[in-house]
């Protein structure tokens, strides 16, 4: 009996004789043995494009060795009563503008042990740019410094730096600032994000993750954060004033790498990443906007179709992370519901929505407020203990933009929730508008996290609905 090489070359050689057979002018020019030997050459052509090339060209799995998160000192808890005694002291805000703050405040599902930097809890506010170096100072050193000790990784080991920081962009830029503070090496690759919103951390992360596809055996180190006391609104447009009442401290580190060592040591492996934009469209684009007031003071704008908006961007994204992640027959059912929608059913009914519990066992979701969670887990179909993380993060911490993501990670791991071989779905959203998916495989199960990081003192007072 042949080898399966051997029946594949015949087979290649049959179709291209016959192929060329279809074309008398051309097979005229060819001789048999010439022929014989095209076909062959077919032949090493395509075992070549199919076997080899994406056996030899395939890039290396992205680990994330671990991640640390910023625990605020004590001194920076602002409780309700602390921050609506002190707004009502400023000057420009009006009665109207500190009852609408203070309704904010109460719905918002933040609990009284939120943190504010210590600049903006002065009367007035400083919001220099000096206050905001400091801030930056205070929420980035200290997580990266962490970062390094847990993974025993030295400043010198870093080849690739991204931080990403939507509404401060100093100059020398935020990068830089860690580059010169740790002393890394003068051929680090950095990078630095702005205006991208609380989408920004999973955007760090894809850019990471394509960098490290090109830079073989590199180690990247991503720093997200939000610097506040640059984003104060001090006017008194209620569209805002939201601003100062949802933003709370926070930062993240995160240690990726593409070196195949590190596969024993990692906490995950990036299974895939989804990225998706509603800039194109003009509501979209103004839906969330830096702007000055009628009084030139800046802020950020917040219109009333955010959220409907925010919908659209995340049912694009999840269409396309579908495709990727989902069972046959999931796929399969929701086609069959958008077609029966769009040509037999009633107006107004809801296609089919796929099961992404199949797939992913822990979602870390937008903590943008307690309603938006609960609309996203109801359009995802949801129960409450799939998106406790979320809540309990906005609760303990407040929103803190791109870095909430890693603290509802943190809260999982906590509580010793994430197995080895579950797969994790962090969804970020932001400005723009933005969304990106990010798809993680536990590869080893994690244990001890209770102590360490940011729950390590009130892990055991949550869950709290």
Known sequence: MSPPSSLLSQVLHSTFMGLLRLSSPISAIFSPESLKIL??????????????????????????????????????????ST??????????????????MAKILMSSGQSEETYLPPCLQY?????????????VEMVLFPVIEDLFSKTKVCPLDIDILIVNCSGFCPSPSLSSIVINKFAMREDTKSYNLSG???????????????????????????????????GWYSGQERAKLLINCLFRMGSAAIL?????????SSKYKLVCSVRTQRAFQDDAYLSAFREEDSNGKLGVTLTKNLL????????????????????????????????QHRFTEKPGKSAYVPDFKKVVQHFCLPTSGKGVIREIAKGLKLEDVEVEGALMTLHRFGNQSS?????????????????????????????????CSLVWECLKPIVGESKLGPWADCLHRYPRY
């Not at 009367?123 to 801030?135: F, G, M, Q, V």
């Not at 990726?256 to 024993?264: D, F, I, S, V």
């Open 308 to 339: 409907q908006v925010a919908g659209q961007t995340l049912k694009s994204n999840i269409t396309i992370l579908g495709s990727q992640i989902l069972p046959p027959l999931e796929k399969l059912l929701h086609c069959v519901s958008v077609l």
């Open 123 to 135: 009367i007035p506010p400083k919001t220099h740019h000096r206050d905001s170096i400091d801030e």
């Open 83 to 100: 921050f609506l005694e002190h707004v009502s002291i400023f000057e420009s805000f009006d009665s109207e503008s500190i009852a609408f």
């Open 196 to 230: 991208m919103g609380c989408s920004a951390g999973c955007i760090a992360i894809d850019m990471a993750h394509s960098l490290l596809k090109i830079h073989k055996n590199s180690s990247a180190l991503i720093v997200s954060t939000e610097i506040l006391s640059n």
């Open 256 to 264: 990726l790498t593409n070196r195949k060592e590190a596969k024993n």
């Open 39 to 80: 076909s062959n050459f077919l032949f090493l052509y395509v075992v070549y494009r199919l076997i080899i090339r994406p056996y030899l060209f395939k890039p290396s799995p992205t680990y994330l060795v671990d991640f640390s998160c910023f625990k605020p000192p004590g001194f920076c808890r602002v409780p309700f």
């Open 403 to 435: 870095s909430s993501l890693w603290y509802e990670l943190a809260y999982m791991e906590a509580k010793e929730r994430v197995r080895k071989g579950d797969k994790v779905w962090q969804l970020g959203m932001g400005s723009g508008p933005k969304c």
